[in-house]
Protein backbone atom coordinates (compact mmCIF):
# COMPACT_ATOMS: atom_id res chain seq x y z
CA UNK A 1 0.00 0.00 0.00
CA UNK A 2 0.81 3.50 0.15
CA UNK A 3 3.27 4.68 2.65
CA UNK A 4 5.03 7.33 4.30
CA UNK A 5 8.56 7.29 5.72
CA UNK A 6 10.19 10.22 8.01
CA UNK A 7 13.04 10.97 10.23
CA UNK A 8 12.84 9.03 13.71
CA UNK A 9 12.57 11.86 16.54
CA UNK A 10 13.39 14.04 18.72
CA UNK A 11 15.72 15.92 16.56
CA UNK A 12 17.32 18.31 18.72
CA UNK A 13 19.68 21.15 16.55
CA UNK A 14 21.24 24.40 17.98
CA UNK A 15 19.49 27.75 16.72
CA UNK A 16 20.67 29.12 13.19
CA UNK A 17 22.14 25.96 12.33
CA UNK A 18 21.07 24.07 9.40
CA UNK A 19 18.05 21.45 9.25
CA UNK A 20 16.41 18.52 7.31
CA UNK A 21 14.29 16.28 8.01
CA UNK A 22 13.92 13.32 5.45
CA UNK A 23 10.69 11.99 4.00
CA UNK A 24 10.62 9.02 1.37
CA UNK A 25 7.34 7.60 0.19
CA UNK A 26 5.81 5.05 -1.59
CA UNK A 27 2.96 5.31 -3.52
CA UNK A 28 2.03 2.31 -5.20
CA UNK A 29 -1.51 3.12 -6.26
CA UNK A 30 -1.29 6.32 -6.88
CA UNK A 31 0.40 7.94 -9.94
CA UNK A 32 0.99 11.46 -9.10
CA UNK A 33 0.72 12.16 -5.33
CA UNK A 34 0.72 15.58 -3.83
CA UNK A 35 3.08 16.01 -0.78
CA UNK A 36 3.19 17.60 1.95
CA UNK A 37 4.07 19.27 5.12
CA UNK A 38 2.40 19.70 7.95
CA UNK A 39 3.29 21.02 11.38
CA UNK A 40 1.96 21.31 14.84
CA UNK A 41 3.36 24.09 17.02
CA UNK A 42 3.32 23.64 20.65
CA UNK A 43 -0.41 24.58 22.24
CA UNK A 44 -1.89 24.59 18.31
CA UNK A 45 -3.34 22.48 16.26
CA UNK A 46 -1.84 20.74 13.17
CA UNK A 47 -1.70 22.86 10.17
CA UNK A 48 -0.36 22.99 7.03
CA UNK A 49 3.64 24.34 6.44
CA UNK A 50 3.84 23.06 2.56
CA UNK A 51 2.30 21.34 -0.11
CA UNK A 52 3.57 20.70 -3.99
CA UNK A 53 1.68 18.98 -6.47
CA UNK A 54 4.16 18.70 -9.50
CA UNK A 55 7.52 16.37 -9.29
CA UNK A 56 10.33 17.97 -9.65
CA UNK A 57 8.90 21.85 -8.00
CA UNK A 58 9.70 23.07 -4.60
CA UNK A 59 7.67 24.23 -2.07
CA UNK A 60 8.66 27.09 0.45
CA UNK A 61 6.86 28.21 3.56
CA UNK A 62 8.52 30.22 6.78
CA UNK A 63 12.32 29.64 5.64
CA UNK A 64 11.44 26.00 5.07
CA UNK A 65 11.78 24.36 1.76
CA UNK A 66 10.99 20.86 0.11
CA UNK A 67 11.42 19.43 -3.11
CA UNK A 68 9.49 17.14 -4.88
CA UNK A 69 11.77 14.11 -6.26
CA UNK A 70 9.94 11.49 -8.42
CA UNK A 71 12.53 9.87 -9.05
CA UNK A 72 14.17 9.32 -5.29
CA UNK A 73 10.60 9.51 -3.76
CA UNK A 74 11.33 12.00 -1.52
CA UNK A 75 10.06 15.01 -0.45
CA UNK A 76 12.80 16.14 2.55
CA UNK A 77 12.06 19.18 4.44
CA UNK A 78 14.85 21.96 5.13
CA UNK A 79 15.90 24.85 6.37
CA UNK A 80 18.99 26.66 6.19
CA UNK A 81 19.23 28.45 9.92
CA UNK A 82 16.60 27.61 12.12
CA UNK A 83 14.85 29.19 15.36
CA UNK A 84 13.28 28.59 18.48
CA UNK A 85 9.99 29.30 17.64
CA UNK A 86 10.56 26.45 14.77
CA UNK A 87 10.12 23.95 17.39
CA UNK A 88 7.26 21.73 17.01
CA UNK A 89 6.66 18.37 15.47
CA UNK A 90 6.57 17.87 11.63
CA UNK A 91 4.59 15.32 9.84
CA UNK A 92 5.33 14.53 5.90
CA UNK A 93 2.32 12.98 4.36
CA UNK A 94 1.10 12.30 0.70
CA UNK A 95 -2.64 12.25 -1.17
CA UNK A 96 -3.77 12.48 -4.76
CA UNK A 97 -6.94 14.24 -6.00
CA UNK A 98 -8.77 11.31 -7.32
CA UNK A 99 -7.50 8.98 -3.55
CA UNK A 100 -9.36 8.60 -0.83
CA UNK A 101 -7.42 10.04 2.10
CA UNK A 102 -4.14 11.17 2.85
CA UNK A 103 -1.27 8.83 4.59
CA UNK A 104 0.69 10.20 7.05
CA UNK A 105 4.20 9.53 8.59
CA UNK A 106 4.77 9.15 12.16
CA UNK A 107 5.98 12.96 12.60
CA UNK A 108 9.25 13.99 13.49
CA UNK A 109 9.96 16.37 16.46
CA UNK A 110 12.19 19.16 16.58
CA UNK A 111 13.58 20.75 19.15
CA UNK A 112 15.49 23.93 18.63
CA UNK A 113 17.44 24.87 21.61
CA UNK A 114 19.66 28.47 22.05
CA UNK B 1 -11.12 31.90 7.41
CA UNK B 2 -13.10 28.68 9.19
CA UNK B 3 -12.46 26.74 12.43
CA UNK B 4 -12.86 23.47 13.38
CA UNK B 5 -14.37 22.99 16.32
CA UNK B 6 -13.60 19.49 18.10
CA UNK B 7 -15.45 18.51 21.47
CA UNK B 8 -14.55 17.76 24.56
CA UNK B 9 -10.87 18.52 24.72
CA UNK B 10 -10.59 15.46 27.07
CA UNK B 11 -12.99 12.64 27.09
CA UNK B 12 -12.76 10.43 30.12
CA UNK B 13 -14.15 7.50 30.73
CA UNK B 14 -14.08 3.79 32.17
CA UNK B 15 -13.46 0.84 30.31
CA UNK B 16 -16.20 -0.81 28.20
CA UNK B 17 -17.84 2.38 27.87
CA UNK B 18 -19.25 4.13 24.85
CA UNK B 19 -17.60 6.83 23.99
CA UNK B 20 -18.59 9.80 21.61
CA UNK B 21 -16.47 12.73 20.21
CA UNK B 22 -17.70 15.81 18.12
CA UNK B 23 -16.35 17.49 15.60
CA UNK B 24 -17.96 20.89 13.67
CA UNK B 25 -16.73 23.09 10.94
CA UNK B 26 -17.86 26.20 9.23
CA UNK B 27 -15.41 25.58 6.56
CA UNK B 28 -18.62 24.57 4.31
CA UNK B 29 -15.92 21.47 3.11
CA UNK B 30 -17.42 18.17 1.52
CA UNK B 31 -14.91 15.76 3.11
CA UNK B 32 -14.47 15.14 7.36
CA UNK B 33 -12.08 12.88 8.66
CA UNK B 34 -11.14 11.11 11.55
CA UNK B 35 -7.54 10.44 12.67
CA UNK B 36 -6.01 8.83 15.70
CA UNK B 37 -2.67 10.14 16.65
CA UNK B 38 -0.14 7.70 18.97
CA UNK B 39 3.27 8.70 19.59
CA UNK B 40 5.60 6.77 17.39
CA UNK B 41 2.84 5.53 15.18
CA UNK B 42 1.62 9.02 12.92
CA UNK B 43 -1.58 9.66 11.76
CA UNK B 44 -4.22 6.76 11.17
CA UNK B 45 -7.63 7.13 9.59
CA UNK B 46 -10.26 5.66 11.28
CA UNK B 47 -12.77 7.35 9.13
CA UNK B 48 -13.88 9.48 6.88
CA UNK B 49 -17.18 11.39 5.35
CA UNK B 50 -17.12 12.78 1.51
CA UNK B 51 -20.42 14.23 1.79
CA UNK B 52 -23.64 14.61 4.41
CA UNK B 53 -24.85 10.71 5.54
CA UNK B 54 -21.89 9.09 3.71
CA UNK B 55 -19.43 6.97 5.85
CA UNK B 56 -16.23 5.07 4.90
CA UNK B 57 -13.82 2.82 6.89
CA UNK B 58 -10.02 3.79 6.94
CA UNK B 59 -7.45 1.64 8.30
CA UNK B 60 -8.45 1.74 11.88
CA UNK B 61 -12.18 1.67 11.46
CA UNK B 62 -12.96 -1.68 14.04
CA UNK B 63 -14.20 -0.64 17.79
CA UNK B 64 -15.23 2.35 16.48
CA UNK B 65 -18.51 4.15 14.57
CA UNK B 66 -19.06 7.57 12.94
CA UNK B 67 -21.93 9.54 12.11
CA UNK B 68 -22.38 12.53 9.47
CA UNK B 69 -26.03 13.61 9.82
CA UNK B 70 -25.31 17.64 8.72
CA UNK B 71 -22.62 18.83 6.19
CA UNK B 72 -21.00 20.68 9.50
CA UNK B 73 -20.58 17.45 11.68
CA UNK B 74 -18.80 14.72 11.81
CA UNK B 75 -18.93 12.39 15.13
CA UNK B 76 -16.48 9.66 16.69
CA UNK B 77 -17.65 7.13 18.52
CA UNK B 78 -15.87 4.68 20.69
CA UNK B 79 -18.22 1.56 20.71
CA UNK B 80 -16.16 -0.08 24.17
CA UNK B 81 -13.47 1.90 25.36
CA UNK B 82 -10.30 0.53 25.96
CA UNK B 83 -6.71 1.50 27.80
CA UNK B 84 -4.85 0.97 25.18
CA UNK B 85 -6.97 3.25 23.03
CA UNK B 86 -5.56 6.10 24.78
CA UNK B 87 -4.33 8.50 22.10
CA UNK B 88 -5.40 11.63 20.84
CA UNK B 89 -7.98 12.23 18.07
CA UNK B 90 -8.10 14.45 15.16
CA UNK B 91 -11.10 15.83 12.97
CA UNK B 92 -10.14 17.24 9.89
CA UNK B 93 -11.82 18.57 6.69
CA UNK B 94 -11.00 19.33 3.36
CA UNK B 95 -12.43 20.90 0.00
CA UNK B 96 -13.70 18.65 -2.61
CA UNK B 97 -13.87 14.54 -2.46
CA UNK B 98 -9.95 13.86 -3.15
CA UNK B 99 -6.97 13.27 -0.67
CA UNK B 100 -4.85 15.77 -2.95
CA UNK B 101 -7.04 19.00 -1.27
CA UNK B 102 -5.27 20.48 2.09
CA UNK B 103 -6.38 19.14 5.26
CA UNK B 104 -7.87 21.43 7.74
CA UNK B 105 -7.56 20.24 11.46
CA UNK B 106 -9.26 20.70 15.28
CA UNK B 107 -6.73 20.87 17.98
CA UNK B 108 -7.69 17.24 18.92
CA UNK B 109 -9.92 15.42 21.66
CA UNK B 110 -7.70 13.40 24.25
CA UNK B 111 -9.16 10.02 25.60
CA UNK B 112 -8.37 8.84 28.70
CA UNK B 113 -9.86 5.35 29.68
CA UNK B 114 -9.92 4.85 33.57
Known amino acids: GDSVTQTEGPVTVSESESLIINCTYS????????LFWYVRYPGEGLQLLLK?????QKGSSRGFEATYNKETTSFHLQKASVQESDSAVYYC???????????FGTGTKLQVVP | GGIITQTPKFLIGQEGQKLTLKCQQN?????MYWYRQDSGKGLRLIYY???????QKGDLSEGYDASREKKSSFSLTVTSAQKNEMAVFLC?????????????FGEGSRLIVV
Open chain 2, 27 to 31: FNHDT
Open chain 1, 27 to 34: ATSIAYPN
Open chain 2, 49 to 55: SITENDL
Open chain 1, 93 to 103: ALGENSGTYQR
Open chain 2, 92 to 104: ASSPGQGAGNTLY
Open chain 1, 52 to 56: VITAG
